[in-house]
T-cell receptor
């Protein structure tokens, strides 16, 4: 089955700095990679996603890059703000008959200091 | 947008009792529902996949007799934790594909505490 590794486990930055979180996956059949932000006790909130036929996607301060050959993808947050502080999870979906079955990374606790 | 309503949001039960968690799709038909479990400070782990009108598929290591899943209609899937023990205390959350490509919607989650 799919295995997703996420690093770092914790990330502390100053307000205004950039934050980068990296994930690798093992199943070359995976073709959809969402990123979620989760606040304590709440449901995961989709912040950006990318499909395997795209190398990069950007939405305002958030961007995701995907390297299919190397099987890794990264989340980039620029101009970080204190409200960006949360736990971030990457995930991979193998699609096909496994559509919707997400394998999550271990999570990254992002702290943005004012 | 597609919404999955999950209840209860919090439940405390005594060891040995059973607890039922419901996930209901409000404005779309959820033929498939995924059930995840999240222990404190850990990631979400898929427990099982339920499909309307058929038996659920459980991930390796998940006891099907302990975690009963029923998906009797296109809008309702339930997870029953039977004979709950303190180690079953966790955050349980459901997710359904919303169709039209890779979209999923999550329920709001259920915090189960077994005392």
């Amino acid at each position: 089955g799919e295995n997703v590794e996420q690093h770092p486990s914790t990330l502390s930055v100053q307000e205004g700095d950039s934050a980068v979180i990296k994930c690798t996956y093992s199943d070359s059949a995976s073709n959809y990679f969402p990123w979620y932000k989760q606040e304590l006790g709440k449901r995961p909130q989709l912040i950006i996603d990318i499909r395997s036929n795209v190398g990069e996607k950007k939405d305002q301060r958030i961007a995701v890059t995907l390297n299919k050959t190397a099987k890794h993808f990264s989340l980039h947050i620029t101009e970080t703000q204190p409200e960006d502080s949360a736990v971030y999870f990457c995930a991979a979906d193998a699609g096909g008959t496994s559509y919707g079955k997400l394998t999550f990374g271990q999570g990254t606790i992002l702290t943005v200091h004012p | 947008g597609a919404v999955v309503s999950q209840h209860p949001s919090r439940v405390i039960c005594k060891s040995g009792t059973s607890v039922k968690i419901e996930c209901r799709s409000l404005d779309f038909q959820a033929t498939t529902m995924f059930w995840y479990r999240q222990f404190p400070k850990q990631s979400l782990m898929l427990m099982a996949t339920s499909n309307e009108g058929s038996k659920a598929t459980y991930e390796q290591g998940v006891e099907k007799d302990k975690f009963l899943i029923n998906h009797a209609s296109l809008t309702l899937s339930t997870l029953t934790v039977t004979s709950a023990h303190p180690e079953d205390s966790s955050f349980y959350i459901c997710s359904a594909p919303t169709g039209g490509g890779y979209g999923y919607t999550f329920g709001s989650g259920t915090r189960l505490t077994v005392v």
